[in-house]
């Protein structure tokens, strides 16, 4: 049920987060009504902590599944700290419709539409060389804020023991800007197979593109009485495997209503001088 990703970044991407398959409106807008509760998921991810003005990330997902017409309502919120002086925030409210294809099998179409803020204050910034500020016409010389209507898409079909999905996210904006993540296009499959009365196990497989960026993620969680959780992702970028790859470690607990995470990532590869000491908290609860 966890997918552990890190960011590779090549100009402004998606939020790419470990644990995600616990809550995946933010990249999927069909993958909501997983029960009849309103699910209540918040995440935190420090990238390389202790570095100053490093990569912080917040998401918050809410949403709520009505058996009576069969459809999902919900809404998710995402902070992205860039570093210096940049950041973006998406917010976009969720609508899914869910069809009972048998009794095993459900199809979901999902959509969301909202905004994307972007903003940019170049007075942050702590120049080495202040003539850098006034060299050439690429620098931002004044704050800067930009908002865009933003719009998603995707399906999943499940059954009880495996789950499979695409979905276009950012679908009106074809390249990336400073402030907006361009098209990504997601497909991913996930299995949940008991292996012994107390023991299961949840290979996940995901794949995103766009444009140049092409990420692969190999999942496996292991499951004890659905209430303790451990797992590896390996996460290589497909354009460059042996010089960009990560390996994420994750731990979870159930208890009650409310739902644990914590992963550590590790870089791999040739660029694995890069700070490894990067967290990511999950805490969800069901009502």
């Not at 990330?57 to 809404?75: A, D, I």
């Not at 210096?84 to 459900?106: G, P």
């Not at 969680?221 to 303790?228: Q, V």
């Not at 470690?249 to 660029?271: A, H, P, Q, S, V």
């Amino acid at each position: 049920m966890a997918l552990c990703c890190v960011a590779t970044l090549h100009a402004q991407q998606d939020l790419m987060l470990s644990q995600q398959f616990f809550s995946r409106i933010n990249v999927n807008p069909a993958g909501t009504g997983n029960n009849e509760k309103f699910d209540l998921f918040t995440l935190g991810r420090f990238q390389w902590a202790g570095v100053k003005n490093s990569p912080k990330t917040c998401l918050l997902n809410f949403s709520g599944y009505s058996e009576q017409y069969k459809s999902s309502l919900g809404l998710t919120v995402s902070y992205d700290n860039l570093g210096v002086a940049h950041s973006t925030t998406n917010a976009q409210l969720v609508y899914s419709y869910h069809m009972d294809i048998t009794e095993k099998y459900i199809l979901s179409l999902g959509l969301s539409g909202g905004a994307n803020f972007g903003y940019f204050n170049p007075e942050n910034n702590i120049m080495r060389d202040e003539a850098e500020r006034n060299n050439g016409d690429t620098y931002v010389k004044e704050k800067t804020t930009e908002v865009k209507p933003d719009l998603n898409f995707g399906v999943e079909f499940t059954s009880m023991h495996w789950m499979l999905g695409a979905s276009c996210t950012h679908m009106i904006h074809d390249s990336s800007t400073t402030f907006q993540s361009g098209r990504h296009l997601y497909f991913y499959g996930r299995g949940f197979f008991p292996l012994t009365e107390h023991f299961d196990l949840a290979p996940a497989l995901v794949y995103m593109h766009k444009r140049k960026t092409n990420v692969l993620e190999i999942n496996a969680m292991a499951f004890y009485n659905k209430l303790i959780w451990g797992g590896l992702t390996w996460k290589p970028d497909l354009s460059k495997p042996t010089d960009m790859s990560m390996m994420a470690i994750t731990l979870g607990l159930e208890w009650n209503m409310f739902r644990f995470g914590y992963t550590y990532d590790l870089n791999l590869g040739k660029y694995n001088n890069l700070p490894s000491n990067t967290h990511e908290i999950m805490l969800s609860c069901f009502f």
